[in-house]
């Protein structure tokens, strides 16, 4: 249930949906210093470090030679020491084609400097994939619990629609249905 939050003198509503941080703390506050911030603002500059690039590149040879296809989409930080949650599909065709492929992950704000990452596992009929790079301190994102959820409660989306070009796009949405 929404409750007055007062934040660093601005007041606003909070709802407590089980938002957790990694050690199991429900209470998350986001803190938002510049007054001139909205709430939409001062989400994506919470979560927008957690969201990261990642850029699938198969290698395939056929009746023409070897021919490249790339693709690209959108994950999170799951734990400071890099293991990073995806979907499948974004990944699905570097794990079909093996080691003829290569997947970067591309942290908040740069799209030129890619970590190799490595598929730690996956279930395709959940479209989700676990990855791992080689990196620490990372911003490890806040998980909710969906069981939460209800009908008609704001979200917000962060990632990269249609490339790294636009990574840490923003956008609103509402739970319009449950299961």
Request: hydrophobic share 35%.
């Amino acid at each position: 249930e929404p409750k007055n939050n007062t934040n660093q003198g601005i007041t606003g509503q909070q709802s407590n949906s089980g938002l957790t941080d990694n050690t199991g703390n429900t209470d998350v506050n986001i803190n938002v210093e510049n007054l001139d911030l909205t709430i939409g603002e001062a989400i994506a500059k919470k979560v927008t470090p957690s969201v990261v690039g990642i850029r699938t590149t198969v290698s395939i040879q056929g009746y023409f030679g070897t021919q490249e296809a790339s693709g690209e989409g959108s994950g999170v930080i799951y734990t400071k020491d890099g293991y990073i949650i995806t979907n499948y599909h974004v990944i699905g065709d570097a794990v079909e084609y093996g080691k003829s492929s290569e997947i970067l992950v591309f942290l908040s704000g740069d799209t030129e400097n890619g970590h190799t990452a490595t598929v730690v596992g996956y279930n395709i009929s959940n479209d989700l994939a676990v990855l791992k790079i080689n990196a620490g301190g990372l911003a490890a994102i806040e998980w909710a619990d969906s069981s939460k959820l209800k009908v008609g409660q704001q979200v917000m989306a962060i990632g990269n629609p249609g490339g790294l070009e636009f990574m840490g796009s923003a956008t609103w949405g509402i739970v319009s249905g449950l299961n």
